[in-house]
């Protein structure tokens, strides 16, 4: 029932498209997209079944998303897409740290070619080809119109042509502001609208500390604290050492003991020593994007934090993971892990861990908040 009414009110605020209305504009045209299922193989899936604008464009049903056969079912979790349009194209940074790019492997250079992913992958939506694609789009009058209006009379005559001027509407819409609105508490405390509780303010201190925690070393962008484009994410990979989810490999028949390669899997990397890497998330509505971890493997936002603080404490009760009762499980690939990153502060004792929690609360788009309530 919460997520009919939240859909409801995003339906009347623009988020989501109104039946009625055809696709006037670019960005029009790729919200229409972005919610069409006649993309899927068996039109039942579109970009909006796994990045749900209801649920900061991420996927709260499980740890993967099912794909439009029913069946499939992947082994990463599907991360928000919200705030998407700030990440910089992959590149290798003069220092040799690579950075940027879509997915967690960074294997999409942009927005458009993110978009033109899903689609074609049979775990996902399942299309066969390019040319399957946009056979749906010229079946449909509404968007043969569109297409001819903003990209030429014979777009979808080509289907590498159709197929690029799809991806290329999905993009424009993704760049909107319906993904990346700065209208959190943290921002309207940055523009003196709003102030922080005692707690919040204390999870703000310690997360922008240069000596009590580590937060900002890769979950900071600008050099300023008070940066009001703040995406909370600096780009780069890292291994953290998240243990495997064996739950989600027993649902997806995947081998427990398989290692995901993480930016090693992507094309362009070719040094070993990227195994294991992901790229680091932006925080911005991460209170109500969960699962979390690139394989969903951990639910609750303070799980997180916990499973940081592992590797600064030496008490036994603080290495367990309060979701399954066990220890946190080992790093698949330990011989590439950021301990520089992951051990440079101090234990935190439960009063700071919740005063963390609280300030990523803040982070929460304001047409999000009335997800923290539940």
């Known amino acids: 029932m919460r997520r009919l009414f939240l859909t409801a009110l995003l339906t009347l605020s623009g988020l989501c498209p109104a039946a009625a209305q055809g696709p006037d504009s670019l960005v029009d045209l790729g919200r229409a997209l ?26 709260p049903r499980g740890a993967a998303s099912p794909g439009d056969d029913g069946i499939s079912l992947g082994d990463r979790n599907a991360p928000s897409i919200g705030y998407a349009v700030l990440t910089p194209d992959f590149h290798r940074r003069e220092d040799g740290r690579y950075a940027g790019g879509q997915f967690w492997d960074g294997r999409a250079g942009g927005l458009a070619a993110q978009a033109g992913m899903p689609p074609l ?13 946009v056979a749906r789009l010229r079946a ?28 290329e509407a999905l993009a424009a819409y993704e760049a909107g502001p319906d993904f990346a609105s700065f209208d959190s508490r943290y921002d309207r405390y940055l523009r003196g609208e709003a102030e922080l509780t005692r707690e919040e303010e204390l999870g703000r201190i310690l997360f922008f ?14 050099r300023s604290e008070m940066d009001p484009r ?17 739950r989600l490999r027993g649902l997806n028949g995947i081998a427990p003991d398989l290692v995901d390669e993480g930016l090693f899997a992507n094309p362009l990397v070719a040094d070993p020593a990227e195994r294991g890497k992901f790229k680091t998330p932006s ?21 997180v934090v916990l499973f940081y603080n592992r590797y600064n404490t030496r008490d036994p009760d603080r290495l367990i ?22 051990t440079s502060g101090p234990a935190l004792d439960d009063q700071r861990i919740d005063a963390i929690v609280a300030f990523l609360r803040t982070l929460t788009d304001a ?8």
């Open 321 to 342: 993971n309060p979701e399954t009762g066990a220890p946190f499980g080992p790093a698949p690939v330990p011989e590439t892990l950021s301990m520089t990153e992951l």
């Open 140 to 167: 449909d009058p509404d968007y043969v119109s569109a297409f001819a209006r903003l990209f030429g009379a014979d777009v979808l005559e080509d289907a590498e042509t159709g197929y690029r001027a799809m991806t």
């Open 121 to 133: 992958n049979p775990a996902e939506m399942g299309m066969p080809d390019e040319a399957a694609v």
């Open 34 to 59: 972005f919610f069409e299922t006649a993309l899927s193989a068996n039109r039942t899936q579109s970009c909006a079944s796994c990045h749900m604008p209801e649920a900061g464009f991420s996927d």
């Open 367 to 374: 047409r999000y908040e009335p997800l923290l309530e539940d």
């Open 283 to 303: 925080l911005r509505n991460v209170a109500v994007t969960g699962p979390y971890m690139h394989n969903g493997v951990f639910e609750d936002l303070r799980t």
């Open 209 to 222: 500390s240069q000596q009590f925690t580590n937060c900002n070393q890769c979950h900071q962008l600008g």
């Open 230 to 246: 703040e995406t909370f994410t600096s780009y780069e990979y890292h291994n953290i050492g998240t243990p495997r989810n064996t």
